[in-house]
């Protein structure tokens, strides 16, 4: 955690709070005068060890180790209690699956991983290899959406124990009948939804919706671009709450103005196009949505 305190209300600030290996950052920073600030997050090291190296390079970066769930805390401790705009870039990053040594990948051999921070709390490993079938089952139904969850963690409960991606790529594969859906390798929703429990990432979504939103200085903006249904459906829902103007009890008169909404829809669903897709195919499932608080 870096020790300088900023002053928020005198100086700009905007928050990556999901900095990966730096591309959004590194976007921001061409765009932002040279007296704002940018605090950027993430709680992987490798990702950290990217930021602090920006930050040498840049003195208008500030790096901050953590959760995005816990960002209010880490922009409290640096003195800053609101800010212009938060981004959020949900999922893994490119390098985290590129990588075969984080496990996220189920095309490359590597550790069964799939911690975002490998400092903290068990391993893909350490739940598959102690959890009961109907949890693992629970899990791949629930944040895979897997017609086939409950083959698939028989299989991985009678091929125990498991310590590597592709040993666990093979046994999801061979749980299943062939595959009709051309090109997608049928560990994708496992891996997934597996990936998504072990680091809490609904939860996560769910206190770093709120921790943004109340950062954000009336005009503040929040924009949060998500790959998963069950993500964006979070966000959707969440965004229209926001924007919507509170409800009150029925046969009550109220002005339309008495009780103003505190956000307006800015933009979204947003999506790649073809031309996107080409460049980063990875890109062909990322939906963007941005808010805007009004007070």
Known sequence: MPAQMLDSDQQPTFVDATFGR?????????????????????????????????ASADDRVL?????????????QAVGVVQVCAVLLDLGVSSPQLDESGRGFSFQKDGPLDMRMDPTCG???????????????????????????SRRIARAIVAARPLQTTLQLADVIAAAQPPSRERGKHPATRSFQAIRMHINNELGELKAG?????????????LAIISFHSLEDRMVKQSFRALSSPPQAPRHIPLRADAHPPQARLVAGPVRAGDREISVNPRARSATLRVLERLA
């Open 22 to 54: 730096g591309g959004h950052a590194r976007a921001l920073l061409e765009v932002l005068d040279t007296h704002a600030r940018l605090i950027v997050i993430d709680r992987d090291p490798d990702a950290i060890a990217e930021a602090r190296a920006l």
């Open 63 to 75: 790096v901050c180790h953590g959760a995005f769930s816990d960002m209010s805390s880490l922009l």
């Open 209 to 221: 919706l709120q921790a943004a939103f109340e950062l954000l200085r009336p005009g503040g903006r």
């Open 122 to 148: 068990p391993s893909a490993a350490d739940w598959l290899n102690g959890a009961e079938a109907d949890e693992i089952a629970r899990v791949l139904k629930t944040l895979g959406e897997e017609r086939f």
